[in-house]
């Protein structure tokens, strides 16, 4: 149970989407693992724009988002109408010497895109870093996803570097872009 101190300190960013949803970005719970994995699934099937072949158990993402909690890193919800339709998450650095770093992963569902909901994530995202002291975010980007490889530049990520094929996705070569963000 989260006490009334830990739950002022949380990061809630609560607005109105584009076409008037309500939605809540917030820590992921343990009661929102069935939404994550039925709606991860429906992008996992897509095969694209996602790094991931199946999803977990309900089990499997109660203890993952534990664990996520216990690590200090972040996890958040992505609710429209109160159904959880994306997580955005940074995975800090394991070694003390990358503990100034992160890897940032997110999805939306289709339905929640073309909203600005990608933007508030955004500016969750680099706020909560800010507020944990991180020095560097980190991802990566598929060279077909040219939106959210311009969504992150708007944000001030810049390209590190390129792998040239890394992936097939269908019967097409992509390339994966590596992107970083500098406090």
């Known amino acids: 149970m989260t006490s009334e101190n ?10 109105e989407a584009k076409d008037g949803s309500a939605v809540t ?5 343990e009661k929102d693992a069935y939404d994550i994995i039925t709606f991860a699934q429906s992008i996992v099937m897509s095969g694209s ?4 072949e199946q999803t977990k158990t309900p089990e499997q993402e109660i203890r993952f988002i534990q664990e996520m909690k216990k690590q200090g890193h972040m996890y958040t919800a992505v ?3 109160g159904k ?5 998450r940074i995975i800090r650095g394991d070694l003390s010497m990358k503990r ?5 992963r997110t999805w939306l569902t289709d339905d929640a895109q073309g909203k600005g909901i990608g933007k508030k994530i955004m500016e969750y995202t680099l706020e909560w870093a800010k507020r944990e002291g991180l020095h560097k975010i980190c991802l ?3 060279s077909g996803n040219p939106n959210a490889q311009k969504l992150y ?5 810049v390209v590190e570097g390129t792998q040239k094929d890394q992936l097939l996705i269908g019967d097409t070569f992509q390339d994966e872009i590596y992107m970083a963000y500098f406090f």
């Not at 959880?84 to 955005?88: D, F, H, N, S, Y």
């Not at 100034?100 to 940032?104: M, N």
């Open 6 to 15: 830990e739950q002022q300190e949380q990061l809630i960013y609560n607005f």
């Open 25 to 29: 970005l917030r820590p992921a719970m």
């Open 49 to 52: 724009f996602i790094q991931k």
């Open 79 to 81: 609710e429209v109408e």
């Open 84 to 88: 959880v339709l994306g997580i955005a």
């Open 100 to 104: 100034h770093t992160g890897v940032f």
């Open 140 to 142: 990566t980007v598929f």
């Open 153 to 157: 530049e708007r944000y001030g990520f």
